[in-house]
């Protein structure tokens, strides 16, 4: 068999990330060799013992949690926090037990880099929140982006509407000035976009089946699931919830899921439009030099096989 693929999730745990994490673990294609922690869905402290009790509920206490940033990457403190996406405890109000379990000492930046260091080219990290912590390894280690294998990251609005405001996507959102640092870095980066992921709904009636599996995954997310579809029934007219985090993880798993284009993608800082990405196709050789032009490439999904992810998803996800 070949080696399985190692991989570090960067989260905020939340719901769509739960489901993402349950599903890595479900995935024998993969290894989970870490959790870090970000803020996004919840503040970071929260995230933390949110992912100690995912590890705890999937009897995988052997996998370590590094605790990330509490703060943007230019220390800004005022965080836009998504509780009323995911529930104020993150995790479908179900006002669950605190974990046994505590963080590792390293710093979620720390551990990336030491990963990195001990595999080099081998690590992907899924990075499924703001990207602060990705970009602190970057900017403390100058060969974070040569060692590392590949940035897998869910974030951006690839020319549609974000989900914060019409410009911005939630996780670049809570960290642009982060974003851009790791966009423009040079490590081999893919984004997978809500361009992307809203093609990606898990439908009422897959919800029931879930209901139905006595897996022991599919009735944890059955009972945590009922504040994301409340919330999606509201803010949408979907019949359904995105499956944001999870298309992120299987695209990170199986590369062949999505199809990408390449080119420099750009963050929007300030304005109106802060956080907004903007990718440059390298076709036309514009007469001005211009932000995007000595930039390295990276790689944005443009297309998904939908009914490949959400059957992966239901597959691997009922029968546990
Ligand atoms: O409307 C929203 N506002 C803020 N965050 C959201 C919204 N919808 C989903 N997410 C969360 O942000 C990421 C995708 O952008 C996902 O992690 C999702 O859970």
Same mark, same amino acid.
């Given at each position: 068999m070949a080696e399985r693929k190692k991989i @570090?999730?960067?989260?905020? *745990?939340?719901?769509?990330?739960? =489901?993402? @994490?349950? /599903?890595?673990?479900?995935?024998?294609?993969?290894e989970v060799?870490?959790?870090?922690?970000?803020?996004?869905?919840? !503040?970071?402290? /929260?995230?933390?013992?949110?992912?100690l009790h995912l590890l705890e509920i999937a009897e995988r206490t052997d996998i370590p949690v590094a605790e990330g940033s509490h703060v943007t990457i230019n220390k800004g403190t005022k965080l836009r926090i998504a509780d009323f996406v995911h529930g104020t405890d993150g995790l479908g109000n179900q006002n669950f037990p605190p974990p046994k379990g505590k963080p590792i000492e390293l710093s979620a930046a720390d551990f990336l880099i030491q990963q990195a260091n001990l595999y080099p080219g081998k690590v992907?990290?899924?990075?499924?929140? *703001? $990207?602060?912590?990705?970009?602190?390894? @970057? &900017?403390?280690?100058?060969?974070?982006v040569k060692n590392i294998g590949q940035i897998v990251l869910l974030g951006g609005a690839f020319a549609v509407n974000g989900n914060v405001n019409p410009a911005a996507e939630a996780n670049i959102f809570g960290d642009p000035e982060a974003a851009d640092i790791v966009f423009t870095s040079g490590a081999d980066v893919l984004a997978v976009g809500i361009n992307v992921t809203h &093609?990606?709904?898990?439908?009422?009636?897959? %919800?029931?089946?879930?209901?139905?599996?006595?897996?022991?995954?599919? &009735? !944890? $997310?059955?009972?945590? /699931?009922?504040?994301?579809f409340s919330y999606h029934h509201d803010a949408y007219s979907t019949k359904g919830v !995105?499956?944001?985090?999870p298309t992120a993880l299987l695209a990170a798993v199986n590369?062949?899921? @999505?199809?990408?284009?390449?080119?420099?993608? %750009?963050?929007?800082?300030?304005?109106?439009? %802060?956080? /907004?990405? $903007?990718?440059?196709?390298?076709q036309k050789r514009f007469v001005e030099?211009?932000?995007w032009s000595d930039k390295p490439s990276v790689k944005v999904a443009v297309t998904v096989d939908a009914p490949a992810v959400v059957k $992966?998803? =239901?597959? %691997?996800?009922?029968?546990?």
């Open positions: @570090i999730i960067d989260t905020d *745990p939340g719901i769509d990330d739960a =489901m993402a @994490i349950f /599903l890595a673990l479900k995935s024998p294609e993969v060799i870490g959790l870090s922690t970000i803020y996004g869905n919840v !503040y970071t402290t /929260l995230a933390t013992k949110n992912a992907t990290v899924v990075a499924l929140g *703001p $990207l602060t912590n990705v970009a602190l390894a @970057i &900017q403390s280690d100058p060969s974070f &093609q990606v709904v898990l439908t009422d009636a897959d %919800r029931d089946k879930l209901a139905e599996s006595n897996g022991k995954f599919a &009735q !944890y $997310l059955n009972k945590i /699931l009922d504040v994301y !995105y499956l944001h985090d590369p062949s899921l @999505i199809t990408c284009t390449e080119g420099a993608v %750009r963050v929007q800082t300030t304005g109106i439009t %802060r956080g /907004l990405t $903007l990718f440059y196709n390298k030099v211009t932000e $992966l998803v =239901m597959e %691997r996800l009922t029968h546990s």
